[in-house]
């Protein structure tokens, strides 16, 4: 385990705590994320992608992993990961994992029972696995006391679509919380607190969102998965594997960088390694990424 891209790192926006808690980190191919990627493509912005997110080898790095929010009085979890015990056939790294996720978030002053809600970005796996854990053979609801908030959009979507990449999640994460009647499902702007709101992003998914946190004159964003990596901020049309809708995200990403590249708000990246935060600035024809 490298500590550095598993340490804990804590961000204040205003009277906002942020706190990140990771789960696994993945060294990837360019190509396995995306399918048109290749080093050579990278290789002209090598000198802000190196160290922290393209490796010595040439690999991706990659951050699974959760953020931990203080605000207005709410406990709020953003994205709860893959979770334990989760049977992911195709996806190795993830499959059955068995990490101290939950022992780490009681260590960071975030027990279970002390979340009110929790925020899923979009409905992929990878984002909310932990919304459940397995007790005897039945999934149950790890956050007892929080309200669980899915885009009703999204659900509208996952609820119907076959699930492409077989992860069961469906089945294991989402269903169990429905069954359970702590589920709400909100508009793609949908507002937590005077502190947190939802802001629509689709194209990963139909029905993405983004975490908007303004306070105290300070803004920062949760991008969710409109970028799986930094290298998509100088490619935006680099083919994700996981995009639904590959033109509508490719748009979502640009129109993104135009608003957002004015150095007032810092971005953290849903799966983006150590240090995580940063400002998007223009450069040249495109943008690039600023820890």
């Keep these: 385990m490298t500590d550095r891209l598993y340490q804990d790192l804590s961000w204040n926006i205003g009277d906002v705590e942020i706190t ?8 990837s191919p360019v190509e ?36 931990l929010i203080r605000a207005g009085g709410l406990n709020i979890i953003v994205d709860t990961c893959s979770g334990n015990g989760k049977k992911l056939p195709l996806f ?25 809600r929790v925020l899923c970005t979009h ?11 397995l007790e005897g053979e039945q999934w149950v609801p790890t ?22 990449f077989d992860t069961g999640c469906r089945e294991q994460a989402i269903i169990p919380i429905l069954d359970a009647g702590l589920a709400d499902l909100v508009d793609s702007n949908h507002t937590i607190n005077d502190e947190i709101s939802l802001i629509p992003t689709p194209g990963h998914t139909p029905g993405h969102v983004s975490i908007l946190i303004s306070s105290q004159g300070e803004q920062a964003i949760i991008t969710g998965d409109m970028f799986h990596h930094p ?5 935006p049309g680099l083919l994700d594997i996981g995009d639904v809708e590959h033109d509508r995200a490719e748009q979502t990403r640009i129109d993104f960088m135009n608003t957002y590249s004015d150095g007032k708000t810092l971005i953290l990246g849903t799966h ?10 223009a450069d040249g024809d495109g943008f690039r990424f600023v820890s």
């Design 231 to 235: 290298c998509q901020m100088a490619k």
């Design 20 to 27: 990140r808690l990771v789960e696994v980190i993945l060294r």
């Design 272 to 281: 983006f390694a150590t240090p995580t935060s940063g400002k998007i600035v």
């Design 143 to 164: 956050f007892p006391n929080a309200r669980y908030l899915f885009g009703e959009t999204e659900w509208g979507f996952w609820s119907q679509e076959e699930d492409h």
């Design 92 to 116: 190795s790294e993830w499959n059955d994992l068995d990490t101290p996720f939950l022992e780490n978030m009681a260590k960071l002053g975030f027990p279970a029972e002390s979340i009110d």
């Design 32 to 67: 396995t994320l995306f399918s048109d990627g290749t080093n050579e493509a990278l290789a002209p912005y090598s000198s802000w992608l190196k160290p922290n997110f393209i490796d010595e080898d040439d690999k991706l790095i990659l951050s699974i992993h959760a953020f």
């Design 123 to 133: 409905l992929h796996f990878d984002h909310v696995g932990w919304n459940t854990k």
